[in-house]
């Protein structure tokens, strides 16, 4: 047997990286922490070196100085996936610098890999009998550019549902870790269902996802678990708060206790907020908030059990992604536009608000075609 807890989004900036000596940031977690056996979570910043030049910080890099090594390596991490939209924020060299200070500290790091080394070989892990694989994901078009990223572990549909079939012989525990899909949604996008859903058929045990920003359900599927997204953990979210996204501040590290046969014993969530947006560090909840919660995460967890509320949720996460550019395109002269957003688009988000709309639209005409009355059908 043995014991996996798992966090989301941890990020650091100039401002969050400011610790009294002395102090963790993750103080109100240790207690929970210590009782893991293998602890993991998703480092969507970057740590760099106090001399890195300035000017080679993109605009909107998330990074910080790289003492904040030692806060993650202190807290009891143990695997920290880095394939995450930020991971290239400073350039190969910024990756490269996290890796290393990580893995220094003894933190074992998956989603990139070092030079002439395959992002896609997972870190193993051996435990009370069990073999673990831990293998961690990004999905394409999120910020980063496959060309660009030889040494990032990407997400690519089937040939993903492939690796999880070919590492599942090579351990008794395969953990996937996805950086994918829509932000700020309660749901996931269908397409990311499915693909969790086979990644899971074929052998992935435990499949933890992170990248929208604030929670989304659980599910078992045929004896696997999915975490359609784990949220934040330690992230400054004032901004973010600003634009009326509450569920941000929800930060949940999940347990799961693994049987000796590799499978699923059980699982439950800690619920931790995020108090001070600026600090954005996790702190305890009162047994009354960690109740009131819970109760929005299992309404979560019945939104995945239900396929037409899945849809439903789908449709309109998409069409939201549409105004949002939409907006922004009626705002602005074509040209601002096109040299502006189109490469956001292009370049920052997955298309799974694309697909969206296409099926809504679908769904739409064959509606209305059905509703007409049989005459008009065949009306010549
Ligand atoms: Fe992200």
Redesign the pocket.
């Known amino acids: 047997m043995a014991g996996i807890i798992a966090v989301g ?1 941890v990020a650091f900036d100039r401002h969050t990286a400011l610790v009294p000596p002395g102090q963790s940031p993750f103080q109100d977690a240790l207690e929970l922490f210590s009782t893991a056996d293998i602890l993991f979570g ?1 480092m ?1 910043s970057i740590m760099l070196p106090s001399d890195f030049p300035k000017e080679f910080i993109a605009k909107n890099a998330l990074c910080s100085e790289d003492h904040v090594a030692n806060f993650i390596a202190d807290a009891g991490f143990d695997i920290m996936n880095m394939a ?3 991971v290239l924020d400073c350039g190969r060299a910024g990756m490269e610098h996290t890796r290393k200070r990580l893995e220094s500290l003894g933190v074992r790091v998956t989603g990139v890999s070092k030079r002439n080394f395959s992002p896609h070989v997972p870190v193993f892990c051996d435990l009370n009998g069990l073999r673990f694989a831990f293998l961690g994901f990004l999905e394409e078009n ?2 980063t550019h496959a060309a660009e990223g030889d040494r990032i572990s990407y997400l690519s549909g089937e040939k993903s549902v492939e690796l999880a079939r070919e590492l599942s012989k090579q351990c008794d525990c395969l953990v996937m870790s996805i ?1 994918a899909d829509m ?1 700020f949604q309660p749901a996931p996008s269908l397409p990311k269902v499915e693909l969790c859903r086979k990644l899971a058929d074929a052998g992935a045990r435990i499949v933890l996802c ?4 604030c929670p989304q359900g659980v599910e078992l599927h045929n004896g696997s678990l999915i975490a359609y997204s784990l949220g934040n953990f330690h992230f400054r979210i004032d901004s973010y708060l600003k634009t009326g996204l509450p569920y941000t501040s929800y930060a949940q590290a999940l347990s799961i206790e693994i049987g000796e046969k590799g499978n699923i014993l059980s699982w439950k969530r800690n619920h931790f907020m995020i108090r001070n947006l600026e600090l954005g560090r996790p702190e305890r909840t009162s047994p009354e908030e960690s109740a009131q919660i819970e109760g929005y995460c299992r309404g979560l967890d019945a939104i995945l059990a239900d396929p037409q509320e899945l849809r439903k949720h789908w449709h309109s996460s998409s069409l939201e992604y549409f105004k949002q550019y939409w907006d922004i395109f009626r705002k602005k002269e074509a040209d601002e536009f096109l040299q502006n957003d189109l490469w956001r688009i292009w370049n920052q988000e997955n298309f799974n608000w694309l697909a969206g709309i296409r099926d809504w639209t679908e769904r739409k005409q064959s509606e209305k075609f059905r509703n007409k009355p049989a005459e008009e059908h065949h009306r010549p």
């Open positions: 989004d998703n969507e995450s939209n930020h999120n910020c950086h932000e992170h990248h929208p920003h």
